[in-house]
Structure formats: structure tokens, C-alpha cells
């Protein structure tokens, strides 16, 4: 079992910046896959951005450029740089975690956005953009 805890939302002017955190613990061990998706009311939850450990990032189109995904040598912590922040990024933001892939690598840029794939998803916290 792994634990997902996310930290760092709040609210914030059109331009500014947040950083938010996710604290992961348990197995974590058996964890390769994590990724920061948002939702806002009404609307289905999207990816925002997915980091493969020590293989590859990825980003929804409309993040990318501004929004930064890392994570920690120990695979505890991952991280979500936000700049450039504009009202449609207001959401709540989650944290979510997966096993190693079983899938080809060619999917990956298509797995990496689907909720299906993650085994483990933190409670979320909220991000608000005003104008």
C-alpha cells in the first residue's frame, strides 16, 4: 500500500506561482509512475503532468512550458512547479501513483494521462486563480 498526501495549494493572482508537493509513503518501493492531475467541477479529471522515474516527463498541452514535474532521489516527494498561472488552471489538484509499466513505451505518452492507469491517488488540493 502506498499513502499519497498532497501539499502547497492556496490561491493566487492571474501570472503568479505555486508549487505543490506530493509526500508518498509506504511501498514505495514499488512505485515507478506518478503524475499530477486536476479536476474542477463539472468536468472530467485531466492529466496535467506524469514523470516516469529516471525515464521521462510528460505534459497536457495546455501546461506545458509553465508547469514543471520532479520528484526526489528517494521517489518520496513529487513535485509540481506552477508559473504562469491563468484562471483555467483553477482545480483541484491530485497526486496519483503507479507500479512499474507493463505497457509498450510507445504508449506511454498516451498512458501517462489516463486515470486507469494509477493504483493510488491522494485526497487533492485546491489551486484557485483569480484574474
Known amino acids: 500500500q502506498v499513502q499519497l498526501v498532497e501539499l502547497g495549494g492556496g490561491s493566487v493572482q492571474a501570472g503568479g506561482s505555486l508549487a505543490l508537493s506530493c509526500s508518498a509513503s509506504?511501498?514505495?518501493?514499488?512505485?515507478?509512475?506518478m503524475a499530477w492531475f486536476r479536476q474542477s467541477p463539472g468536468k472530467e479529471r485531466e492529466g496535467v503532468a506524469g514523470l516516469y522515474t529516471g525515464v521521462s516527463t510528460y505534459y497536457s498541452d495546455s501546461v506545458k512550458g509553465r508547469f514543471t514535474i520532479s520528484q526526489d532521489n528517494s521517489k518520496n516527494t513529487l513535485y509540481l512547479q506552477m508559473n504562469a498561472l491563468k484562471p483555467e488552471d483553477t482545480a483541484m489538484y491530485y497526486c496519483?501513483?503507479?507500479?512499474?509499466?507493463?505497457?509498450?513505451?510507445?504508449?506511454?505518452?498516451?498512458?501517462?494521462?489516463?486515470?486507469?492507469?494509477?493504483?493510488?491517488w491522494g485526497q487533492g488540493t485546491q489551486v484557485t486563480v483569480s484574474s
Open positions: 509506504g511501498d514505495t518501493d514499488s512505485i515507478w509512475w
Open positions: 496519483a501513483a503507479a507500479y512499474r509499466p507493463t505497457w509498450p513505451a510507445w504508449s506511454y505518452h498516451i498512458r501517462w494521462r489516463a486515470t486507469a492507469t494509477y493504483n493510488y
